[in-house]
Nanobody, 114 residues
Framework: QVQLVESGGGLVQPGGSLRLSCAAS????????TGWYRQAPGKQRELVGT??????NYAESVKGRFTISRDNAKNTVYLQMNSLKPEDTAVYYC?????????WGPGTQVTVSS
């Protein structure tokens, strides 16, 4: 079983930045996929972005504003979010998809509001 714990969410003004972290309980191998999804109230969970073997993939809505990175030595995935917009408000979930199956974190709330 893989446990994922997100941190770094909170309230930020439009145009601001936040950095989310996701710590995994077990080693992340370079070929494993990790990433972030989000779910706004009344909407389906949607992809934010993923990283696999150093390659990243982003949703069109966050390209150029969000950056995913991973520190395999620390078993941690990061999501740097810049130029935040009110429509980025959602619960953000960390994902692990690899040799140990598919696992989700409990989520962290991000609210973008003035």
């Amino acid at each position: 079983q893989v446990q994922l714990v997100e941190s770094g969410g909170g309230l930020v003004q439009p145009g601001g930045s936040l950095r989310l972290s996701c710590a995994a309980s077990l080693s992340i191998f370079s070929g494993d996929t990790t990433g972030w999804y989000r779910q706004a109230p009344g909407k389906q969970r949607e992809l934010v972005g993923t990283i696999t073997s150093g390659r990243t993939n982003y949703a069109e809505s966050v390209k150029g504003r969000f950056t995913i990175s991973r520190d395999n030595a620390k078993n941690t995935v990061y999501l740097q979010m810049n130029s935040l917009k009110p429509e980025d408000t959602a619960v953000y979930y960390c994902l692990y998809l690899g040799v140990r199956g598919r696992w989700w974190g409990p989520g962290t709330q991000v609210t973008v509001s003035s």
